[in-house]
């Protein structure tokens, strides 16, 4: 039986999906996100469902202009992270939904050695920070505002991100990452010479000048 249910949720949950996009390669599931499933299947269905919900009001919320369009790093990152984690919390609690966020997070440093991009883009140790960050804080919200529907909660969530409740990485104009003291990061060979920690910077979400406002 537990075979089953691994089969089945290994196919059609993917916890690294909805964190992410759907234009990326994931790899497979880490050994910690099938087990999850397998010993967790009514969370693990609950969270299936709000995979393509979370999905679909990020994608509606970059067209109507609420959000940049930034899926690495940027405003549009924040809310899917805080969002996913809110709406999961609201359904499962807040013990099971942080462990789902930290097990995709656990496995970045792992693909990141492997070469594998999400969003077209390597992770990294301060993109992974901000991810931990926003989950943190989109449960929360779920948590504090439990008994709101799941739109009230988008609405929630999406304000907090506008007022710079929740962290993104510090770009200038020409959408280039900078550290906190504004300068330039040079990421460029950071695949050739395996970077990982590399000195990006976090500012709030609502933060859009060159200089890092906390």
Same mark, same amino acid.
């Given at each position: 039986?537990?075979?089953? @249910?691994?089969?089945?949720?290994?196919?059609?949950?993917?916890?690294?999906?909805?964190?992410?996009?759907?234009?990326?390669?994931?790899?497979? $599931?880490?050994?910690?996100?099938?087990?999850?499933?397998?010993?967790?299947?009514?969370?693990?269905?609950?969270?299936?469902? @709000?995979?393509?919900?979370?999905?679909?009001?990020?994608?509606?919320?970059?067209?109507?202009?609420?959000?940049?369009?930034? @899926?690495?790093?940027?405003?549009?990152?924040?809310?899917?992270?805080?969002?996913?984690?809110?709406?999961?919390?609201?359904?499962?609690?807040?013990?099971?939904?942080?462990?789902?966020?930290?097990?995709?997070?656990?496995?970045?440093?792992?693909?990141?050695?492997?070469?594998?991009?999400?969003?077209?883009?390597?992770?990294?140790?301060?993109?992974?920070?901000?991810?931990? $960050?926003?989950?943190?804080?989109?449960?929360?919200?779920? @948590?504090?505002?439990?008994?709101?529907?799941?739109?009230?909660?988008?609405?929630?969530?999406?304000?907090?991100?506008?007022?710079?409740?929740?962290?993104? $990485?510090?770009?200038?104009?020409?959408?280039?990452?900078?550290?906190?003291?504004?300068?330039?990061?040079?990421?460029?060979?950071?695949?050739?010479?395996?970077?990982?920690?590399?000195?990006?910077?976090?500012?709030?979400?609502?933060?859009?000048?060159?200089?890092?406002?906390?």
């Amino acid at each position: 039986m537990r075979i089953v @249910i691994l089969l089945l949720f290994v196919t059609v949950f993917c916890l690294r999906v909805a964190a992410q996009s759907n234009n990326v390669h994931y790899g497979d $599931l880490s050994g910690k996100e099938k087990r999850w499933a397998m010993f967790h299947p009514r969370a693990a269905k609950k969270v299936k469902k @709000i995979i393509p919900e979370v999905r679909t009001d990020v994608r509606q919320k970059i067209a109507d202009n609420k959000i940049d369009s930034l @899926i690495h790093g940027g405003q549009a990152d924040a809310y899917r992270h805080a969002l996913w984690m809110a709406l999961t919390a609201k359904h499962i609690g807040d013990k099971k939904a942080r462990r789902v966020g930290q097990m995709h997070e656990e496995s970045n440093k792992e693909h990141f050695y492997k070469s594998e991009k999400e969003d077209n883009a390597l992770q990294d140790s301060i993109s992974c920070q901000m991810d931990l $960050l926003n989950n943190d804080l989109g449960i929360a919200y779920g @948590i504090g505002y439990k008994d709101k529907s799941d739109d009230e909660l988008k609405e929630l969530v999406l304000n907090g991100i506008l007022a710079g409740e929740f962290f993104m $990485l510090f770009r200038n104009s020409k959408n280039e990452f900078l550290d906190c003291e504004g300068n330039v990061v040079d990421n460029k060979n950071r695949l050739e010479e395996k970077k990982w920690y590399l000195p990006y910077c976090l500012v709030p979400t609502n933060n859009t000048s060159e200089v890092p406002t906390h």
